[in-house]
T-cell receptor
Framework: DAGVIQSPRHEVTEMGQEVTLRCKPI?????LFWYRQTMMRGLELLIY????????DSGMPEDRFSAKMPNASFSTLKIQPSEPRDSAVYFC????????????FGPGTRLTVT | SQKIEQNSEALNIQEGKTATLTCNYT??????LQWYRQDPGRGPVFLLL?????KEKRKERLKVTFDTTLKQSLFHITASQPADSATYLC???????????FGSGTRLLVRP
């Protein structure tokens, strides 16, 4: 298995632009998570899905952030408009009911907003 | 709020020694605790999970304990090797859900 796939790996954009991060979870996993990691705040859960349905989005910072999961093999995290404080590494992770809570993380997308 | 606290200072030990990392939590005991390893530029990798009703869990050179009285989990790496150098993250499970709250991580440096 290829593991969790994220794209792009690096993204540099200007303030005010729209940014879309993409994730392909491990096949067969029915949970998908989006995290953000910064030096100041550590690894924070933004939102997670079960069977493509958002379960908890209490970590989403504000309305500028949105996430979708149109099918079991694809999810997006969108930031519109982006701001310099959004600069961070964004991780996608997936888990399956049989895995008993262990999460498999992707390599992350390093976002820089100038 | 439910918090997880890890020592922010790096742990620096000699190869062959046992590394012990600490994770403290607040309020009620989590249903489970997990430990992850993170190398620079990579995503966290799952290592071990311990449930609330378990005292200890082992996997090869790794051992995790869960003390609900002290509200603490200890993570041990025996016979440490330079390849064990990484940041180790502790995470608490929220009730019986898949939601995790992560600590800030402790960086381990194993000197050859």
């Amino acid at each position: 298995d290829a593991g969790v796939i994220q794209s792009p790996r690096h993204e540099v954009t200007e303030m005010g632009q729209e940014v879309t991060l993409r994730c392909k979870p491990i096949s067969g996993h029915d949970y998908l998570f989006w995290y953000r990691q910064t030096m100041m705040r550590g690894l924070e859960l933004l939102i997670y899905f079960n069977n493509n349905v958002p379960i908890d989005d209490s970590g989403m910072p504000e309305d500028r952030f949105s996430a979708k999961m149109p099918n079991a093999s694809f999810s997006t995290l969108k930031i519109q408009p982006s701001e310099p404080r959004d600069s961070a590494v964004y991780f996608c992770a997936s888990s399956g009911t049989g895995a008993f809570y262990e999460q498999y993380f992707g390599p992350g997308t390093r976002l820089t907003v100038t | 709020s439910q918090k997880i606290e890890q020592n922010s200072e790096a742990l620096n030990i000699q190869e062959g020694k046992t590394a012990t990392l600490t994770c403290n939590y607040t309020n009620y005991s989590p249903a489970y605790l997990q430990w992850y390893r993170q190398d620079p530029g990579r995503g966290p990798v799952f290592l071990l999970l311990i449930r609330e009703n378990e005292k200890e869990k082992r996997k090869e050179r790794l051992k995790v304990t869960f003390d609900t009285t002290l509200k603490q989990s200890l993570f041990h790496i025996t016979a440490s090797q330079p390849a064990d150098s990484a940041t180790y993250l502790c995470a608490r499970g929220m009730d019986s859900s898949y939601k995790l709250i992560f600590g800030s991580g402790t960086r381990l440096l194993v000197r050859p």
